[in-house]
DNA sequence: GTCTATAACCGGATAGAC
DNA sequence: GTCTATCCGGTTATAGAC
């Protein structure tokens, strides 16, 4: 097998092992055995296992992002004219990013234990920053098309709107995990939509 | 040194590890030299590692209630009559909470790190949960005891506005550890609080 | 109660055969 | 490229002296 392939492979046993044991008990050799290699296959891909929780947080990031992306895309262009255009985009967009959290919530364990050992390893932590400096752009650049094709504006930058997003989608995230409850997700998401509604300027 | 003291002591010195390198660098080891004692006092006063994190978790999660009933006390306690009241009590409660986040980020990093380590341990899984519960009570008691003071009334069950509140202090305390930018934590918590106000009703 | 010393184990990484 | 075998450092936990 190619070293690309193995390398992809390794990834992914990596982020599932993740999942079901957080970063410390992803240990070489259990995400070795979860891939179905031994150990020096590992080291013949992988520098160490830093090189590889390394890439694996860059991956994450970008797949976050893509996911975002799309999930906005979608919802901003069924969006119809008119601030219930708006109303409809965002409580799609928040009801689906709960669909994902509720469907698989291991992965959302995974991308949390993830952000946290990047932030508190020197040379990952700086990249754990910019991660959310790109969800915030990624957000506000939704909102923004958002606006456009539903013909409204918002009564202030988005850049200062999309950091509300990603709070929610974090109280959301934890609230779930915490209590396995879809009902205070809910709620948490319905308040969301009601406040930036209240952003909502008469039109563009 | 009688055991409880020792006991406290290691609790307290695995607290401040676990907050500067995580709860797997929380070793026996590391543990005990940052006490001041060595490896066999750890257990004489601990079974395990396993037990003293134990400890460490449901410790936490208590202390943790404890800061919240006071910091909502004292607000609660200085709020006026009227929805002018309730809005000022909300404020002070929140950036009170952002003072705490900024003058001690690894504090709350210890807390997401247990947090964490609690919902993936066999056995301390549903102590996560309760955790939840157990703010959620807290605070619901605090916005029922806030709005009596102000001679206000809430639009729905404080138990449904409750997880709010928690989600907005976990998306604060996560953007602020990413970002270390308190501007976008004030916002977060200025949203909040327009949120909340929106709920409040004529008068009790 | 607290120490030193050590047993038993697990983890990352490498050597060298194939 | 992938394997088996091994080294070595670090970790939990315990034994036994004081």
Redesign the interface.
Known sequence: MPVEKRRELLLESAFRVIA?????GATTRAISAEAGVTLSTFHYVFESRDDLLAALVTRGTDTELAVIATALGTAAAGAERGPGGIRIMLQESLSGYIDGVVADPERE?AM??L??YA??TSGLAEL??N???RYYDAIADGLEVAADQAGVGWDRPTA?LA??V???T???T??Y????DRT?CD??AE?TV??LL?HVGDHH
């Open positions: 079901r044991r957080g970063v410390d364990q949390i234990s952000n946290q932030r508190q754990g920053a991660m959310y400096q200062e950091p509300l990603v709070a929610a974090d109280g959301i934890l609230a995990l915490n209590t396995r205070i709620r948490i308040a009601t406040l209240g």
